[in-house]
């Protein structure tokens, strides 16, 4: 079984600064996969970031990075230089890489909020 | 190119009542995936497939039913409607592997 654990039910950031989000990790399966996406007000989910348990590299997608530490079995989302515009909810998911990525674990879920 | 699209936005089911949640996605992706998302909690997978044919539970699949008789269409059945199915209902799709999961605009069920 697969379990995602998201600590920080809400957060405040000054708009321009940086921000991470935590996300740790618990699996029993050798290969898998973590997913961060933000779910805006509006309600539909979007994809941000994706890294695989092989990945040696941290993955980056333009201003969302993710910082893999598979000792510490986290995978926290950083985004630097925060816009009004990426206040929402961020979620962090897993799934075990042998069956796809349709069978995804989700955490609970942060609240960002950027203030102006 | 439409993506994935959800049918109906919202409903609202008596206690005991039926109903189908469509789900349709034009990628022609192998994998599609139902989740649901309750207040203060993160989505939990229902039933998922691997292609046309091919059904599976998730972690919460009762009370539910699935088929995928073709690679587009992935409904999903509520046969007894019960208040603790009232939710938001993301249908999602991937290529496989590799491919990131892309999801619907959801379906808000209310049951009363």
């Known amino acids: 079984a697969q379990k995602i654990t998201q600590t920080q039910p809400g957060m405040f950031v000054q708009e321009k600064e940086a921000v991470t989000l935590d996300c740790t990790y618990d699996t029993s399966d050798q290969s898998y996969g973590l997913f961060w996406y933000k779910q805006p007000s509006s309600g539909e989910m979007i994809f941000l970031i994706y890294?695989?348990?092989?990945?040696?590299q941290n993955a980056t997608e333009g201003r969302y990075s993710l910082n893999f530490q598979k000792a510490r079995k986290s995978a926290n989302l950083v985004i630097s230089a925060s816009q009004l515009g990426d206040s929402a909810m961020y979620f962090c998911a897993m799934s075990p890489l042998d069956f796809g990525n349709e069978k995804l674990t989700f955490g609970t879920g942060t609240r960002l909020t950027i203030i102006p | 190119n439409a993506g994935v699209t959800q049918t109906p936005k919202f409903q609202v089911l008596k206690t005991g009542q039926s109903m189908t949640l469509q789900c349709a996605q034009d990628m022609n992706h192998e994998y599609m995936s139902w989740y649901r998302q309750d207040p203060g909690m993160g989505l939990r997978l229902i039933h998922y497939s691997v292609g046309a044919g091919i059904t599976d539970q998730g972690e919460v699949p009762n009370g539910y039913n699935v088929s995928r008789s073709t690679t587009e269409d992935f409904p999903l059945r509520l046969l007894s409607a019960a208040p603790s199915q009232t939710s938001v209902y993301f249908c999602?799709?991937?290529?496989?592997?590799?491919?990131?999961?892309?999801f619907g605009p959801g379906t808000r069920l209310l049951v009363l």
């Open positions: 999602a799709s991937s290529r496989g592997a590799s491919g990131t999961q892309y």
């Open positions: 890294q695989g348990s092989y990945d040696e």
